[in-house]
């Protein structure tokens, strides 16, 4: 006979201290830094819709938010294939997690000017003007086709990201002035070995 219950008090604590998403171990990427070719050149479409690119989706969700992104693209981890992910709430809410595969916006309307930040570029921002409202359509993990429309942040976030997937990063809609000057500085880091 056992001399204690197998049942100790912590193994009672109530369901909502529990994780909320399962104990699955995610691979957290290296996220590419400016200056690797993979982030200048347009991605490839995903053809494949498979059990590895809801893998690959999950574990670009959680390099993003290792790195407290609100989006990531997949040739910021080197990957270069059409597959985005955004999540303006930084992992707050579950139901924001949007995953984009093959997007193309097809429409904008308005003008917002902002500052912006890229994982692939630290310690930069800069202000970019984007549409205010936009709306992308794109293919799910399973391959249908869906329409989704952004505003403020979110539009903001998709334009960021399916420039990614076309090579383009923000700094090309920067000042000439202000972009040589952040290339300059970036130049000096790689040399200083700090990049
Ligand atoms: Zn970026």
């Not at 999950?58 to 955004?86: C, N």
Request: net charge neutral; glycine share 8%; proline share 6%.
């Amino acid at each position: 006979m056992p001399d204690k219950s197998t049942t100790s008090e912590t193994e009672l604590t109530p369901a909502a201290a529990a994780p909320e998403t399962p104990a699955v171990a995610r691979k957290i990427y290296p996220i590419v830094k400016y200056g690797d070719p993979v982030l200048e050149k347009p991605a490839k479409p995903v053809a494949k819709f498979d059990a590895e690119l809801e893998e690959l989706a999950e574990d670009m969700f959680a390099t993003m938010y290792a790195a407290q992104g609100i989006g990531l693209a997949a040739p910021q981890i080197g990957k270069s294939i059409r597959i985005a992910v955004v999540d303006v709430t930084g992992g707050k809410n579950a139901e924001a997690k949007i995953v984009l595969v093959n997007p193309e916006v097809t429409h904008g309307e308005g003008e917002k000017r902002e500052e912006e930040g890229c994982l692939s570029i630290p310690g930069f921002r800069g202000y970019v003007v984007r549409p205010h409202f936009v709306t992308v359509r794109a293919q799910n993990l399973k391959g249908e086709m869906f329409e989704i429309r952004g505003e403020d942040l979110l539009a903001r976030a998709f334009c960021h990201e399916i420039d990614h997937l076309n090579g383009v990063l923000f700094l090309q809609h920067l000042s000439m002035l202000k972009r040589d000057l952040i290339k300059r500085k970036i130049k000096k880091l790689k040399k200083q070995g700090e990049w």
